[in-house]
């Protein structure tokens, strides 16, 4: 008879970030699922009170990458409060640690770029503060980050959950630099000496 042809196969498309992310909540048990739904609301609630606050303006959305080239030059990895925010939304953080890692990473980002002598820097500082003052103040966030680390699955397809939160880190900023409508404002800050001091925000996963 006829040869038989090969069956042609169609690539097995790359897993984006989200999906993975997504594959990694879904494998877990429901009871562990509401208890990420209970810390994304918490954090969301703590986020809120920061950006309420009047000093946090500078903070609040990624720094203009068009404006500031040099901002991204010297900030491996930007961070601001709505990108901690649609982090939390999307239960990106399985762990205290991860969410505190993020704010550690706003005030470095503001001092490596402004100063740790900047006003913007105090802000950043005062903001970590917060974060922290509020999460030791929170029994119900400490119960809630204890169970997750003793009853998180982690995927056989990632090492690590630090390793998740990379690549969706990574993900996200494609699609903020992919995105046309994304309202970005940065303030400055003018010192004595006439130096512009630009806001030092954080940004990462999504």
Excluded: W
Aim: hydrophobic share 40%.
């Amino acid at each position: 008879g006829p040869p038989i042809e090969p069956i042609s196969r169609k690539p097995r498309r790359k897993l984006t970030a989200k999906q993975i992310h997504a594959q990694f909540i879904a494998s877990q048990s429901v009871l562990v699922r509401s208890k990420l739904a209970s810390l994304s609301t918490l954090l969301i609630a703590l986020i809120d009170s920061l950006i309420l606050l009047p000093t946090t303006l500078a903070f609040h959305k990624p720094v203009p990458k068009k404006l500031y080239p040099l901002y991204y030059k010297l900030v491996s990895e930007p961070v601001d409060l709505s990108t901690i925010r649609s982090r939390a939304v999307s239960l990106n953080y399985t762990s205290l640690n991860g969410f505190i890692h993020d704010f550690k990473l706003l005030l470095e980002n503001c001092e490596k770029f402004n100063g740790t002598d900047s006003p913007l820097s105090d802000v950043a500082r005062d903001i970590l503060s917060r974060v922290q003052g509020a999460i030791n103040d929170s029994s119900e966030l400490q119960e809630i980050d204890s169970f997750l680390q003793g009853n998180l699955i982690i995927s056989d397809n990632n090492a690590t959950q630090n390793d998740i939160d990379v690549s969706i880190m990574t993900d996200q900023e494609e699609e903020a630099e992919e995105s046309e409508n994304v309202n970005l404002n940065v303030n400055i800050d003018s010192n004595e000496d006439n130096n512009m001091d630009m806001d030092v925000n954080m940004d990462a996963n999504m």
